[in-house]
């Protein structure tokens, strides 16, 4: 426990719960190879926010001696970041040339896990092994072990770059549900409870993937003919899920990664699934797996086959043919197939109006067609072109290829991205920690700029809850300036009702009709963050 005056020292004046006097502070922090140090000439290291070292129980423990010491020094335990670095990648069987995996020679991981080398670095290894960043804490076991396991089990098919991959995956997953805890913006959507319903005799296991895509969409409240514009967002805006999209294996389509009660998605963007309607398909059927499977047989890592996506006839047991089922139907109703072909005699044309209006690849188009239509037809007989059309391609990946950093490694774009932005953004974390995370030597605020124009509903939306959460805390006027500010509001309510105001020691910086305006009028600025927050609509002025 902190004492008063080590409260002070370490975060400043402020209010006196500690959490909310980290989430106000404007100290920073410096992670050395050797413990916690205050900024200052000639202290190298890693800098970090005040909310990072309280949000991270093992930095957290060393307050009192920084507080008293000014420096703490990190016991050479499991926790220390080298030791945990070696620990993750043991697990998951990465010796000798298994280390080529991570982009690193081996002889430069040797010296990493040795604690040679700078901290940035060492946490950027345990983060490519499956750590979540800033917990000092190791990775998943269930899912190591079963990466270790797939690869006995399937000699060859599982290479150490996959295996880091989908580790590395996990660590994002855990990572980003840190972020959005801290951010105040964690699901709230409720998912289904798991289905044992795989058919049974008399009732295939596709018409059970069909009922369940049915729930699925009166869940998420579709029409009955309403295509899924963009699965992406419904995934991770609707559902809370993260997708994660990578360079895997031509072989290799997609999979569920749990790490803990947490899933996410991994899609692959090489091979077949470079065609964004193919991608859809492998997605919702990823989706399948993980909203209806059963703890048992989801396990801690799930992966499917193009071969067996493709061609859903080759399934080769329920579960796969249940989720294949799921997926064409949730993406495009067979009734709404069977009214398309009523207007249109021409098979073809039918098809290819299909495939422009849910999305669909060619294949999976026609498998679904020829079924819808009870197999009356010669499907080898269809003709398409295969293409998706330029909206279908632009809905579903312009997050990815239009993003900045262009260095920012494929999976670390996309929400877990902008989730990160806002974090930095906010002040919860430094820029060093939004760099570490992205994959990239540095992050400026034109940077964090246009990540957030890339998804601005997912990161105002947070930088709305951080400004709403601060301006809760019962005695946030006792941060340092907070009295200005306060007199400020007191005097120039009324004038700014109902717009986003940024104030500083009692000053305006900027003012707007939205907290994205605000924030692009801050852009580029130096120094601590601002009081940022929207003036109630009937805010009235003292006196």
């Known amino acids: 426990m902190l004492t008063h005056e080590q409260l002070r020292r370490v975060f400043g004046p402020?209010?006196?719960?500690?959490?909310?006097?980290?989430?106000l502070s404007t100290r920073v922090f410096v992670q050395t190879p050797g413990g916690l140090a205050f900024e200052g000439p000639g202290v190298e290291g890693r800098r970090l926010t005040a909310w990072e070292v309280w949000a991270t129980p093992a930095l957290r423990a060393l307050l009192p001696v920084l507080a008293d010491e000014g420096f703490a020094p990190l016991p050479l335990a499991?926790?220390?970041?080298?030791?945990?670095?070696?620990?993750?990648?043991?697990?998951?069987?990465?010796?000798?040339?298994g280390v080529k995996a991570l982009g690193l020679k081996a002889t430069r991981v040797a010296a990493l896990e040795q604690g040679r080398g700078p901290v940035r670095e060492v946490e950027a290894l345990a983060l490519r092994l499956g750590m979540p960043a800033g917990t000092l804490a190791d990775g998943d076991d269930a899912l190591a072990t079963r990466l270790r396991t797939l690869r006995e089990d399937r000699p060859g098919s599982l290479k150490p770059r996959v295996v880091q991959a989908f580790a590395e995956a996990g660590g994002i997953i855990a990572t980003e549900r840190r972020l959005l805890a801290s951010l105040g913006m964690l699901p709230v959507f409720d998912l289904p409870a798991p289905s044992a319903d795989f058919g049974g005799p008399g009732r295939p296991a596709w018409e059970a993937g069909y009922e369940l895509a049915h729930r699925t969409r009166d869940l998420l409240g579709l029409m009955p003919d309403e295509p899924i514009e963009n699965l992406h967002a419904l995934i991770e805006d609707r559902l809370g899920i993260l997708v994660i999209q990578d360079e895997l294996p031509a072989w290799l389509a997609g999979a569920t990664v749990a790490v803990g009660e947490l899933r996410g998605i991994v899609v692959n963007t090489v091979g077949s699934n470079q065609n964004v309607w193919v991608r859809r398909a492998t997605m919702a059927h990823e989706l399948g797996h993980l909203l209806w499977d059963p703890a048992e047989r989801l396990q801690s890592l799930t992966f499917d086959r193009h071969q067996d996506l493709d061609r859903p006839e080759r399934a080769n047991d329920v579960v796969e043919q249940r989720a294949n089922a799921f997926a064409i139907e949730l993406l495009a109703p067979q009734a709404a197939l069977q009214s398309i072909a009523a207007a249109s005699p021409d098979r073809s044309v039918a098809l290819r109006a299909i495939m422009e209006r849910f999305g669909l690849s060619r294949t999976a188009a026609s498998y679904h067609l020829w079924n819808a239509l009870d197999r009356s037809f010669d499907r080898r007989s269809l003709q398409a072109d295969p293409e998706p059309t330029d909206d279908w391609t632009g809905r579903e990946s312009y997050s990815v290829e239009f993003f900045r950093p262009a260095a920012t490694p494929l999976r670390r774009r996309g929400r877990f991205a902008a989730t990160v932005a806002a974090a930095a953004r906010t002040g919860l974390i430094h820029r060093d920690a939004a760099a570490l995370l992205l994959g990239v030597e540095a992050v400026s605020a034109r940077d964090l700029q246009g990540i957030a124009e890339l998804f601005p509903q997912h990161v105002e939306a947070a930088e709305?809850?951080?400004?709403?959460?601060?301006?809760?805390?019962?005695d946030a006027r006792s941060r340092p300036d907070g009295g200005l500010d306060h007199a400020w509001m007191r005097a120039h309510a009324a004038a700014y009702a109902g717009r986003w105001v940024a104030l500083s020691g009692g000053q305006l910086l900027a003012a707007g009709q939205s907290l994205?305006?605000?924030?692009?009028?801050?852009?580029?600025?130096?120094?601590?963050?601002?009081l940022i927050f929207q003036v109630g609509p009937e805010a009235r002025s003292a006196g």
């Open 78 to 97: 499991s926790s220390w970041p080298p030791i945990a670095a070696r620990a993750a990648r043991l697990r998951l069987d990465l010796p000798g040339d």
């Open 464 to 474: 709305a809850r951080v400004a709403a959460a601060h301006a809760a805390i019962p």
């Open 516 to 530: 994205a305006e605000v924030e692009a009028k801050l852009s580029g600025r130096d120094g601590a963050r601002p």
């Open 14 to 23: 402020g209010p006196a719960a500690p959490e909310h006097r980290a989430r």
